[in-house]
């Protein structure tokens, strides 16, 4: 990425990346649909159970696996894949609210399903009720937190993402909104698009973004290779 400004707070427009790239790998909460405020509810409910202090803990537990997050706190006396199954059946019960990114659905929908996949920290069974919800169609090929054993920041899932389209992370564009995933993608060897559709404050990575779809689209170069491009 030779042409990144460091940090894009100074940037007077937005920048798209002017490579080709054999496939498009998304995170799903946050950068194709947004669920912010069901997944906060819940997780929040959960952590004012434990006694956490509820404000501080919530940015920490996005874009991560709940048996992550939970095993991290490190809370005496609780069984973290016990909690992770708790929280995950209040998250399936609650998706009011949740909606697709602007644009996100013609985006996806104007990709060749061969060459995109998700990549998700969420459940399968959690990422498929999000998805109906946001009314965005279940894609050929999904990545869930069932699939690795370590989770974002880890770039486990991106290489495995990767794997199943049949191309090498360094030839994808990963499309992220959190430090975990963008971690991820970078460790990855992709490049990384950032969607700050749902950012409250300023993320400074010195990579690409965009605030959602409404304003790009996806053309198909030589040899089926993809490009982010303006509308108009």
């Known amino acids: 990425m030779k042409d990144l400004p460091l940090s894009f707070a100074a940037a007077p427009e937005i920048k ?4 080709a790239y054999a496939a498009f790998l998304f ?3 946050g950068t194709i649909l947004n669920s912010l405020a069901a997944a906060e509810r819940v997780w929040g409910r959960w952590a004012a159970a434990m006694g956490l202090d509820v404000e501080s803990f919530l940015p920490t537990m996005h874009g991560k696996r709940g048996i992550d997050t939970i095993s991290a706190l490190n809370l005496p006396g609780i069984d973290p894949v016990a909690e992770a199954e708790f929280i995950l059946r209040g998250e399936i019960e609650d998706v009011e609210g ?6 996100a659905v013609e985006f996806l ?3 060749p399903p061969e060459r995109w996949a998700i990549v998700t920290s969420s459940p399968i069974e959690l990422a498929k009720r999000r998805l109906r919800a946001a009314g965005i169609p279940e894609p050929r090929h999904m990545v869930t937190a069932e699939d690795v054993t370590v989770g974002k920041p880890n770039p486990q899932g991106y290489i495995l993402g990767s794997e199943r ?3 090498n992370p360094s030839e994808a564009l990963v499309f992220e909104d959190v430090l975990a995933g ?3 993608g970078e460790a990855a060897g992709a490049d990384v698009m950032v969607i700050t559709a749902t950012h409250n404050h300023e993320i400074e990575t010195g990579h690409w973004k965009i605030p959602g779809y ?4 996806t053309h198909i170069a030589d040899g089926g290779r993809l490009l982010v491009r ?3």
Do not use: N
């Open 16 to 19: 798209l990346p002017q490579k």
């Open 27 to 29: 995170d799903m909460d």
């Open 98 to 103: 949740v909606v697709p990114i602007p644009g």
């Open 109 to 111: 929908s104007a990709l």
């Open 165 to 167: 389209l049949g191309v």
């Open 182 to 184: 963008i971690r991820a």
């Open 214 to 217: 409404l304003d790009v689209t």
């Open 230 to 232: 303006f509308k108009g």
